[in-house]
Nanobody, 116 residues
Framework: QVQLVESGGGLVQPGGSLRLSCAAS????????MGWYRQAPGKQRELVAI???????NYADSVKGRFTISRDNAKITVSLQMNSLKPEDTAVYYC??????????WGQGTQVTVSS
């Protein structure tokens, strides 16, 4: 089993910044992809950004140029730097980890609210 603990959510004004962090523990061998997803009220969960074990990244079009994902393979953490936040970025953000076995794990989620 893998446990994921997120931190860093909160309330921020439009144009502001937040940094989300996620730490993994447990059966953390052979980790393939780590990333962030989000779910807004009444909407499906969607990909925000992912990073592979080799460092390749993929971003949702809506966050390109504003969000940056980073990963520390030694500490088994993944972070999401979010700049120029917009009200439409408001959602619960979930950390995700996929092992090479194909198993996928999720964090409990952290609320991000962008509002004036």
């Amino acid at each position: 089993q893998v446990q994921l603990v997120e931190s860093g959510g909160g309330l921020v004004q439009p144009g502001g910044s937040l940094r989300l962090s996620c730490a993994a523990s447990g059966s953390t061998s052979r980790i393939d992809v780590m990333g962030w997803y989000r779910q807004a009220p009444g909407k499906q969960r969607e990909l925000v950004a992912i990073v592979t074990s080799g460092g390749s990244t993929n971003y949702a079009d809506s966050v390109k140029g504003r969000f940056t994902i980073s990963r520390d393979n030694a500490k088994i953490t993944v972070s999401l730097q979010m700049n120029s936040l917009k009200p439409e970025d408001t959602a619960v953000y979930y950390c995700s980890l996929r092992r090479a076995t194909g198993s996928v794990y999720w964090g409990q989620g952290t609320q991000v609210t962008v509002s004036s």
